[in-house]
């Protein structure tokens, strides 16, 4: 199992290039069962989830090919199984994203219960009851969702979720887009990888209004056809990088990025004592106040408010803040399990239920750290930046998940940083503990 060992303490400088956002692509090829005809897909990250998804696609019987590494062309006219298999759904919980678009189309579907980071139980149960809305016959079987709908084609329905789901929005705009009927659904989710979603599937033909707001509309048609889009910027990674500038004191241009996509969190990082200056609509530039980090509270919300997936990050940079700082989760439990490993590291974080409070700014060391989840993996390396000494981080696997050559963009900008396999990791452990 790989690792990462980071050797501290340097300022990253430099020009780094946002990919494709992983949240987004992922929905976007699983919208490809919508039809038999090609869709093409521009500005798709090179990530484990993605290479994973795209395996789901073949084994259901799609053709994907890619004719240049970004590029995906999926033609799905031969589905030969409507089925997504343990083996696959287990390492990823956005597999669940083929049970929408393979229900709408074929009428049945049959998707394992969903895996992924362990965040928190992130309970699917919100997708069911909307699909039995739009008509579906919900069942579980050995661990598994069957789905059907009894007349062949599911019947629009106005869908209210309970709690804002990114995954639910997506798969009942899938669902729903081959329904007979309009389907409203209500208290949507906002963030900007619905409304790209809703831009490809309305360039293959659908009907959708709303997108990016609370209420959408959907007018079901008789067929979708193929269609060409580019995948928007990967928000997070934005600011993971953003961090990375500031947390190091270094100074970084951050390019191909939206900005728009991400106002909450740059927001409250310029708060925080980080300067983030936009160039043009697609470039930041990136340093740390001269006065300094300040400890500034924050809540994680639905988009357009604090994204969750930014908690980690914010948390890292917070250790070298001024004061005390209040992070407070309301997305996901158990998504604090980073605190724990920049503890050990030198930070002075406590945690009561779903606020944790980190005392800085506080020294960080090297240590030989854990990785428990994909932005875990991000908060970990960020702090081993501004470390002094060596940290070696296991389970890297996380964060090759999300994160497109993170190792190869922050060499770029200056980071002592390296992949090491188990037998290079044992050596650098034994030199470490000389």
Known sequence: MDKFLIRGGRALKGRVEISGAKNSALPCLAAALLTDETVILHNVPYVKDLITQRRLLEDLG?????????????????????E?????????????????PLLARFGQARVSMPGGCAI??????????????????????????????????????????????????ENVMMASSLASGRTIIRNA??????????????????????????TIEID????????????????????????AAAITGGEV??????????????????????????LNQSTLSVRRSASGLKAKDVITE?????????????????????????????????????ASELTRMGANISIHGNEATVHGPTPLSGARVLASDLRA?????????CANGETLIDRVYHIDRGYETIVRKLWALGADIERITDHEASAAEAVQSV
Do not use: W
């Not at 997504?84 to 929408?100: C, I």
């Not at 914010?314 to 158990?334: K, P």
């Open 189 to 214: 989710a906002r963030e900007p990888e619905i409304e790209d979603l809703a831009e490809l599937m309305n360039r293959m033909g659908a009907r959708i209004k709303g997108a990016g707001t609370d």
């Open 84 to 100: 997504a298999p343990y083996e696959l759904v287990k390492t990823m919980r956005a597999s669940v994203l083929a049970l929408g």
């Open 302 to 338: 639905p988009h357009p408010l604090f994204p969750t997936d930014m908690q980690a990050q914010y948390m890292a940079l917070m250790t070298q803040a001024e004061g005390n700082s209040v992070i407070q989760e309301t997305i996901f439990e158990n998504r604090f399990m980073h």
């Open 220 to 243: 079901g048609v008789d067929a979708m056809s193929g269609a060409e889009h580019t995948i928007i910027p990967d928000r997070i990674e934005t600011g993971t990088f953003i961090v």
């Open 253 to 278: 241009e951050i390019t191909r990025c939206d900005p728009t996509h991400l106002r909450a969190a740059i927001g409250k990082l310029g708060e925080a004592g980080v300067e983030i200056d936009e």
């Open 120 to 169: 928190g139980t992130r309970p699917i149960d919100l997708h069911l009851k909307a699909f039995e809305q739009l008509g579906a016959v919900i069942e579980l079987e050995s661990g598994d969702v069957v789905a059907r709908a009894p007349k062949g084609r599911l019947v629009g329905a106005d869908v209210g979720f309970e709690k804002v789901t990114v995954t639910g929005t």
């Open 62 to 82: 799609a053709t994907v090919l890619t004719p240049e590494l970004r590029t995906h062309k999926i033609t799905a006219r031969n589905i030969a199984t409507f």
């Open 377 to 385: 993996s991000a908060s970990l390396v960020l702090a081993a930046l």
